[in-house]
């Protein structure tokens, strides 16, 4: 498969439509996303396991989609993935928190009983300043406890979510529904209303990458807390743009491995 480097209507041939696809929207800057929740829910017979129950993806997708009459975002998640279980999880009827023993080493309190009216998560909108976050969240194996992070800071919400400091903004939102299976046209096609007993859509299987599609209230707009030393690159917006982190004023690019 050859690679495009610069337009999309190079004369390069390239013959498959996801190619011709990538190599258009490699043209097109995208905002940058992170998005923190909970761990999904640990096995009823799993051993409690010290350490900060939270965690935290880099989006590839992410827009708004409504304002009126409900503020309504959408993302994709690569399935199976842990914020795609935990997101699934708490978008059931039926779900509650998981639990979680308090620990010295810890820097998240024991999970709150969420209302209602609580978010499911905060979907932090990364500024030019935080290119380094967006790496860390799309690489878990690499980096799998972000928030120990010294470079990384970030506080709490008001549900116990991080909220990563420097970001430009970020809400806080609750799933709304079940998530959409986009390897499955049919079930698109269908709706969500094929669930099994509990209240869960049913299970599904697909060959190579899967992805589900998630729709998200925002409940609240939180303000991050300002970096010391970045200056004005936070408040200019992180893209990612032919492969690479870059922003709207050339502030520096950084290549996404």
């Not at 917006?237 to 491995?257: E, F, I, M, Q, S």
């Amino acid at each position: 498969m050859q690679t495009i480097r610069r337009r999309w209507h190079s004369t390069r041939t390239v013959n498959e439509l996801p190619d011709k696809i990538r190599a258009l929207l490699r043209e097109t800057a995208q905002p940058v996303a992170v998005v923190t929740s909970f761990m999904p829910p640990p096995a009823p017979d799993a051993e409690f396991v010290p350490g900060p129950r939270c965690h935290g993806a880099t989006l590839s997708s992410f827009t708004s989609i409504a304002l009126a009459p409900h503020p309504l975002v959408a993302f994709s998640l690569r399935v199976p993935s842990r914020m795609a279980k935990t997101l699934s999880t708490l978008a059931s009827p039926s779900s509650t928190l998981p639990s979680s023993s308090p620990s010295s080493s810890s820097p998240f309190p024991s999970f709150p009983a969420l209302t209602s009216t609580d978010a499911h998560m905060i979907i932090n909108i990364l500024s030019a300043a935080q290119a380094r976050a967006a790496l860390i969240f799309s690489q878990p194996d690499a980096h799998p406890r972000p928030f120990e992070d010294h470079a990384m800071p970030w506080h709490l919400s008001r549900e116990g979510l991080p909220v990563l400091a420097g970001s430009i903004g970020a809400l806080a939102c609750r799933v709304v529904g079940a998530a959409w299976p986009l390897s499955d046209l049919d079930a698109l096609a269908r709706g969500t209303g094929d669930e099994d007993e509990g209240g869960a859509p049913p299970p599904w299987v697909v060959d190579g990458v899967a992805s589900e599609l998630f729709i998200a209230r925002v409940v609240r707009v939180e303000e991050p807390k300002r970096l010391e030393l970045a200056g004005d690159t936070q408040d200019i917006p992180l893209l990612y743009h032919r492969r690479d982190y870059t922003t709207v004023a050339g502030a520096g690019r950084r290549k996404a491995v």
